[in-house]
């Protein structure tokens, strides 16, 4: 058992090295191509895809990891049985038609809790992404409308004196 936990704290620190190589690079893209500096439907929706597509990537080779231990160990039949349990295990999905066998079982939920870490983080960047860009929509419309005391009112709906 000691063994199995020391081989998934290993695991789990290749995990987040990966995780933090990749993250680190994704976000040096992302302000070499001042992807969070402008606003517009366009430019947020191409930027939230490839922010995606940077996202999965990353997360697919966390999946890897732990699948080619699988593999490696030869915990499960095949190669493709390996990858798909890392990635439903790893994903917190759990099916359960796939079961490590009961020597190596207490490597799934530490992936599980690497995966919702992993996840978690991608998701904070998200956040910080599309609050920039909701920042930036803000000053653009501010700076925009016309400057008086009173505020604006939608189109339509103009007071009359």
Known sequence: MLTVM???GGLLVVTVVLHAAGFAALLRAV?????????????????MVGLTFGLIL???VDIS????FYFWQGCLRDAKDAFYFSGVTYSSLGYGDVVLPRAWRML???E???GILMCGLSGGLFFAAVS???????QSATASA????EPRLPRGTERHR
């Not at 302000?31 to 930027?47: D, K, P």
């Not at 920039?132 to 803000?138: A, L, M, T």
């Not at 016309?146 to 005391?149: E, G, L």
């Open 31 to 47: 302000v070499r191509l001042r992807l969070l500096t402008r606003s517009g439907l366009l430019h947020v929706t191409a930027s």
């Open 6 to 8: 020391l081989i998934a």
């Open 65 to 68: 990891v732990w699948g080619l």
């Open 132 to 138: 920039r860009w909701i920042s930036n929509w803000r």
């Open 112 to 114: 599980t809790l690497t």
């Open 108 to 110: 799934a939920p530490i």
């Open 58 to 60: 990353i997360h697919l």
């Open 146 to 149: 016309p400057h008086s005391a």
